[in-house]
């Protein structure tokens, strides 16, 4: 059986397994000492928080990029059409002149 063969609950019958031998290490520890049992917690504690640490973050979750110069958006001009005085003080809203945008039709050479 290949890997992308592999049965759908595989995968978490792999991870109740590791658990339980995990719980098995920690039960056998503690029966031997509590103070083994501690550090031994303490440990694997360590150890994991050291690994979140060192792996590296995705780039799922990274900024997109800027727009590229052919999509369409409001021209930003310096005109201002009004002003208002916002609730607090020393607040001014600026609402700038409106320019409509258009679209060009795609080419035709499909």
Do not use: K
Not at 72 to 87: F, K, L, N, S
């Amino acid at each position: 059986m290949t890997a992308a063969e592999e049965e759908p609950g595989s995968r978490t019958a792999g991870g109740c397994v590791l658990t339980l031998l995990g719980a098995l290490v920690f039960a056998i520890a503690f029966a031997v000492s509590p103070e083994a049992g501690v550090f031994a917690i303490w440990g694997i504690g360590a150890v994991a928080l050291w690994r979140a640490a060192r792996r590296r973050m995705s780039d799922s979750s990274a900024t997109p990029p800027p727009p590229s110069g052919e999509d369409v958006y409001a021209g930003h001009r310096d005109e201002i059409e009004r002003m208002q005085e916002g609730p607090g003080e020393g607040l001014l809203i600026l609402y700038p002149v409106r320019e409509q945008a258009t679209v060009a039709p795609p080419d035709a050479r499909g």
